[in-house]
């Protein structure tokens, strides 16, 4: 399919790449190499000898990248060629290193990285679930309103369960374990975001009066963003959850900005969640705390600095090239999320600037791709959708590393893919999953166009 | 483990993420000049010149002479028309004018025939432009083309609404 650009000068067409699946397979062979040379190289440093697990580890990731690159070749065989390796090479890093915090007798929770493995392996199946039954993205349009009911039910959920760590995101079931049902609901809701402003973007962009050079919408249509806005807050509220409810709003802005490309919408956006936050965080005693450690990163409490300024001095001694996999001192850090939340601290102190640039380069590579097939869908929906993803794992991406770099007050989410659990695993290879397949859908080859011009009559030049 | 070894394998590891990384720019790079190249110069987008679109008696690629020679034209310029700025590389190749799809350049052009021009290179690496049977003619400079013709460099080459030109 061809889209005219620029007065039909040329014409610039998504679809007849290359499939490309060779590529991805060179580079998930590479993406499963270094978390193996990165394993060797904890061993090495922590014990003086390969770690004994070594080719295991190796093989099962392997063998989990090679199922996922048939199924991928067989099913979604134009899909985007980086996708899959970035995603096995960030997994596979992210199990390396809570395997190396693992060595580390007083890191709480003890012996996480089999469980993050088995994890791994779930997140995979569901990515390969979704590829397999989800022939076509545009089929999840059907759900647009069961979706919103759906999310919003997942988001209240954890009310009714006790708060873990000052934030009341999980829910537990006793026997079974707990889950992060916030991760589940951010893939849920793009999908009614997707499918609501798809319906609304034209009133939402053209009925609005112009002033002071901005675009004021009416009132009524400032109706859903007021709402989502209020739910973002509530969840603030009652949750204390600062990550998830400035996801959820960041991302409707994102998406609304993109439906209606009125700036307008983003000013709003900002000032509403500036002044929920400020509002919030002024009778929220967790939400203020966070937000004091912050400003006061070097205060120390009852003798001890705050865990926002362990995590710089751990980037401090990292410096440029880092103190080497294995030889830094994480587990100074204190708290119990050093192989969740502060798992970056870990990659800037053993990895330094050098390397966490790479992972961060590879995190901006993965939401550059997931921009880049919303470029290339062909349909409004497909094209809302993968922005709506690919925002909603930009701006997790940069709340967790924003909070951990104390540019912004630290928050309760997990990094997607590198930090250790469950949920965040599993949501997310569906979330990629999802874009495989819009991507699959865009980048395939046009069908050759029926009725072929050449039918038509050549017209005759008379003087 | 030795210092040295661990400090090997510690550089060794930040090369080979970064390695990565620019492999992976490295797809990406390719990945753009893929969509440009499905740009409406060289084959339609998925479907790559098919051997069966060319002439059957077309002779093999020009001649070495040709492409070395001083003054050769390197590139075909669409000068007017609805593609004006599109280049096609001249690599001893055919190169097929019309508004069928398997055309080397196709005309978005009322005016053009489904196979309207084709042009060649002969023996000695000359271009030449052939008329294909068209409706409506091809004109070089201002002369309705009859037979084969050699191009002479800068020489328009007029087919409906669409000018062409081959350039160094």
């Not at chain 1, 770099?405 to 893919?417: C, D, E, Q, Y």
């Not at chain 2, 002439?55 to 093999?60: E, L, T, W």
Request: net charge positive.
């Amino acid at each position: 399919m061809s889209t005219n650009t620029t007065g039909g000068t040329s014409t610039v067409s998504a679809g007849g790449l290359p499939s490309r699946r060779n590529t991805e397979l060179a580079l998930l062979a590479f993406a499963v190499v270094i978390p193996v040379f990165a394993y060797a190289n904890v061993g090495l440093a922590k014990n003086g000898s390969l770690p004994a697990g070594m080719v295991g580890y190796g093989l099962g990731l392997g063998l989990l990248a090679a199922v996922a690159h048939l199924l991928v070749r067989k099913f979604a065989p134009y899909a985007d060629p980086l996708i899959l390796p970035i995603c096995t090479l960030l997994n596979g890093l992210g199990l390396v290193l809570i395997w190396r915090l693992d060595q580390e007798p007083r890191v709480e929770p003890l012996n996480a990285a089999p469980g993050q493995l088995m994890w791994s392996a779930v997140g995979v199946a569901l990515f390969l679930a979704v590829l397999v039954f989800l022939k076509d993205h545009r089929i999840l349009q059907r759900y647009t309103y069961i979706s919103m009911a759906a999310a919003i039910v997942l988001l209240a959920l954890p009310m009714f369960f006790p708060a873990v760590n000052g934030a009341k995101i999980w829910v537990t079931i006793p026997g079974v374990g707990s889950l992060q049902p916030g991760e589940f609901a951010k893939i849920i809701i793009t999908v009614f975001f997707a499918g609501y402003l798809m319906v609304k973007r034209d009133a939402l962009a053209l009925a609005s009066r112009r002033f002071l050079g901005i675009y004021l919408p009416r009132g009524r249509d400032l109706g859903p963003i007021l709402a989502i806005w209020a739910l973002s807050l509530l969840i603030l509220v009652f949750e204390t959850d600062l990550g998830t409810s400035l996801l959820f709003f960041g991302m409707f802005v994102v998406m609304l900005y993109v439906a209606t490309e009125r700036t307008s919408w983003i000013l709003f956006g900002l000032l509403l969640s500036a002044a929920g936050a400020v509002f919030v965080a002024s009778f929220n005693s967790h939400v203020a705390s966070r937000v004091h450690n912050w400003l006061n990163p070097l205060e120390t409490v009852n003798g001890n600095v705050t865990e926002t300024a362990q995590v710089m001095y751990a980037f401090g001694s990292g410096g440029l090239f880092g103190s080497g996999l294995g030889e830094g001192y994480s587990r100074f850090i204190g708290g119990i999320a050093v192989k969740s939340d502060y798992i970056l601290a870990t990659v800037g102190e053993e990895l330094g600037l050098t390397g966490m640039m790479a992972i961060l380069l590879l995190y901006g590579l993965l939401i550059e791709r997931g921009i880049r097939t919303a470029l290339a869908a062909r349909d409004p929906f497909g094209k809302l959708l993968a922005v709506g993803l690919s925002g909603a794992f930009a701006i997790q991406v940069f709340v967790v590393a924003g909070g951990v770099t104390a540019l912004i007050p630290l928050t309760g989410m997990t990094m997607p893919f590198l930090a250790q659990g469950g949920s965040s695993v599993i949501a997310n290879w569906a979330l990629f999953a999802i874009l495989l397949r819009i991507s699959d859908t865009a980048r395939r080859p046009a069908p050759a166009p029926a009725p072929s011009p050449d039918v038509e009559m050549t017209q005759v030049v008379r003087p | 483990m030795s210092e040295l070894t661990l400090t090997v394998m510690r550089l060794g590891f930040l090369a080979v993420l970064w390695l990565f990384v620019i492999v992976a720019v490295q797809v990406i790079r390719s990945d753009l000049f893929g969509t440009r190249v499905t740009q409406r110069t060289a084959a339609r987008p998925g479907r790559p010149e098919r051997p069966a679109a060319r002439p059957p008696q077309q002779p093999a690629p020009a001649g070495r002479g040709g492409r070395g020679r001083r003054g050769a034209p390197t590139k075909l310029v669409v000068s007017e028309g609805s593609l004006t700025g599109t280049t096609v590389a001249l690599q001893g190749q055919t190169i097929t004018l019309g508004r069928a799809h398997d055309s080397t350049i196709v005309l978005d052009d009322d005016y053009a025939s489904s196979r309207h021009a084709r042009i060649y290179p002969d023996r000695d690496g000359q271009w030449i432009v052939e008329d294909l049977g068209s409706t409506n003619g091809t004109y070089l400079d201002r002369n309705r083309l009859t037979t084969p013709t050699p191009i002479p460099p800068g020489a328009p080459i007029r087919i409906g609404k669409t000018v062409i030109e081959l350039r160094k």
